[in-house]
């Protein structure tokens, strides 16, 4: 297993895109969530450096938002700068201006753009026009901020990352194709267990799976949800029907039925495992409700992570 020392100096990437966790070396997620704790611990300090005075952040939003909006919107009011709210149907967008005109025009006004959206392709076009950074806050591909929250999380509760072994039960979705990249660049095991036909894309299994060979590590796609979270240290699940799925819900609710994560599942886990939901949840479906309310749930340390990686990211890339 190698080890990846954290350090501040070695992030270097102002004036980058943040569009996947597969663009950034371990030294740059370390030196994330080293920035990340460090801002926190101000933060729980009531302090707050403004380096981001004058700056301002343009949001996007394709899709709904609590965590993302919330935590983007605070970071930058936290760091002294100032976030714009942008509903793709309050937009040019929503009458049919194309992302490479919004992007030309959102970069004379901006400093930075963040969106929420379906494609991941759009969010590659806006950020191949834009003149100014675009950080990715979800895609129908990937979700990188969360799983930065997600590693933040397990380090506050799990201490070195390297060796742990991360369980995600449930769709191989964008949350677990960031998950598995996050894991394999930083040198923690992850499997996945999915019901079959719904496994994560191969491409990035294999992206990971070559990132893993670099840090010592092992991913592994299963269809076997009981095998896989045997001596977990965490084991983690999202809802099984995404926003644009909602056609599916009534099948993927029979389907993912045997994947649910309660009491039964986690009596294969190590006996302190830590549970993540990158939220909302369906209580009932994906999680039983003495799993995500229960003494092993970090759910809303999670939650409140977003914030700090946010803000950790905001102030290297502005």
């Known amino acids: 297993m190698i080890s990846i020392q954290a350090d501040e100096n070695k992030i270097n990437i102002k004036g980058k895109n943040f569009l996947t966790l597969a663009d950034f070396s371990p030294e740059v997620i370390n030196g994330l969530l080293l920035k990340a704790k460090k801002l ?4 729980l300090l009531g302090y ?3 380096p981001l005075k004058g700056k301002i952040l343009g949001m996007i939003f394709e899709k709904s938002s609590t965590r993302t909006r919330v935590s983007f919107e605070a970071g930058m009011l936290q760091l002294g700068g100032n976030a714009l709210y942008l509903n793709s149907q309050d937009l040019q967008l929503g009458r049919g201006e194309s992302i490479a005109d919004t992007a030309k025009v ?6 930075a753009i963040m969106i929420r959206t379906f494609s991941h392709h759009t969010i590659e076009e806006l950020a ?3 003149t100014v950074p675009v950080i990715n806050g979800l895609t129908d591909l990937f979700h990188p901020c969360q799983a930065l929250a997600d590693l933040l999380t ?3 509760k799990k ?3 390297p060796g742990l072994k991360l369980v995600y039960v449930g769709d191989g979705n964008n949350v677990a194709h960031s998950l598995m990249i996050a894991a394999s660049k930083i040198g923690m095991d992850i499997t996945i267990a999915c019901p079959v036909g719904y496994e994560p894309k191969k491409e990035i299994v294999k992206t990971a799976k070559e990132f893993a060979t670099g840090s010592g590590s092992n991913v592994t796609i299963t269809n076997n949800a009981a095998e896989a979270v045997n001596g977990a240290d965490a084991i983690y699940t999202d809802v099984w029907t995404s926003m644009g799925q909602e056609s599916e819900n009534k099948q993927r ?3 993912f039925s045997s994947f649910q994560v309660n009491e039964s599942l986690v009596q294969n886990a190590k006996d302190d495992f830590i549970f993540l939901h990158c939220l909302p949840a369906h209580r009932g479906e994906e999680v039983s409700a003495d799993v995500i309310d229960g003494p092993n749930s970090a759910v809303f340390q999670q939650a409140g992570n977003r914030l700090h990686v946010q803000k950790a990211l905001l102030s290297e890339i502005m």
């Open 40 to 43: 926190k611990s101000a933060s």
């Open 48 to 50: 707050h450096s403004t």
């Open 106 to 111: 959102l970069s004379h006004y901006v400093d």
């Open 128 to 130: 191949y026009h834009a």
């Open 154 to 156: 397990l380090q506050e």
């Open 159 to 161: 201490g070195d990352l």
């Open 253 to 255: 609710l029979k389907v």
